[in-house]
């Protein structure tokens, strides 16, 4: 039987919620955070080392973090005012172990991300080693998506004002597309019409 394959999930989660007017990842989602629902969810869904992008709000970010059940690593992008997503993801990049395989790619305003995708995701890498992963709901990419190790040089080495999708089209020929019957992998949260029209109806406090 083959070494068990280290992956690690990095999780951008510096933004400043400019267009939803408040802290987006701290928002009620059911019984947890809109963050905390998107970790406990790598968790269920067979991601044990996480690595969150920290940026606007970065104290209440870290303070939730600490008081889950379960390890979750920090780390801040002191450019996260600049607003660009990419230098979040190479910082998260430079700070996963050495020895690990590949890396999921993580929005942290993604709570409805559904644990199954997140196991697929796993089991495909472990079954084929793609270099690239990108889940794909009625031929529309979407996130998290998955990149081996021997494309995170590419990652980092991206220029200023590059973007992921930029490094998704260079890399084109190299994707392994996850089919899903799920729009969850399509959306995120942006504005609060987005919030409340995704948000469960339980929220925290209420039963």
Do not use: C
């Not at 080392?49 to 870290?62: A, L, N």
């Not at 379960?70 to 450019?79: A, E, I, M, R, Y």
């Not at 998506?145 to 084109?172: C, K, M, N, P, Y």
């Amino acid at each position: 039987m083959g070494a068990r394959v280290k992956i690690g999930a990095v999780v951008l989660a510096a933004g400043l919620s400019r267009r939803m007017g408040a802290p987006k990842l701290l928002l009620p989602w059911g019984e947890r955070t809109v963050l905390e629902q998107v970790v406990v969810t790598l968790r269920e869904g067979g991601v044990e080392d996480i690595w969150v992008v920290t940026g606007g709000y970065r104290e209440q970010v870290e303070n939730l973090l600490r008081a889950l059940p379960f390890l979750v690593h920090s780390v801040h992008n002191p450019d996260f005012s600049q607003g660009e997503m990419i230098s979040s993801l190479k910082i998260g990049l430079k700070n996963l172990p050495q020895d690990f395989d590949a890396a999921l790619i993580v929005l942290g305003d993604q709570p409805q991300i559904q644990k199954d995708v997140i196991s697929r995701l796993l089991n495909l890498y472990a079954e084929r080693k793609p270099m690239l992963i990108v889940p794909s709901y009625q031929m529309r990419r979407g996130h998290p998506w998955l990149v081996d190790r021997r494309l995170w040089d590419d990652l980092i080495e991206l220029s200023a004002g590059q973007t992921l999708r930029d490094f998704l089209a260079l890399h084109a020929n190299e994707i392994d597309y996850l089919v899903v019957d799920t729009p969850s992998v399509i959306q995120d949260l942006d504005t609060p019409e987005d919030y409340a029209r995704m948000k469960p109806s339980q929220t925290l406090g209420k039963n």
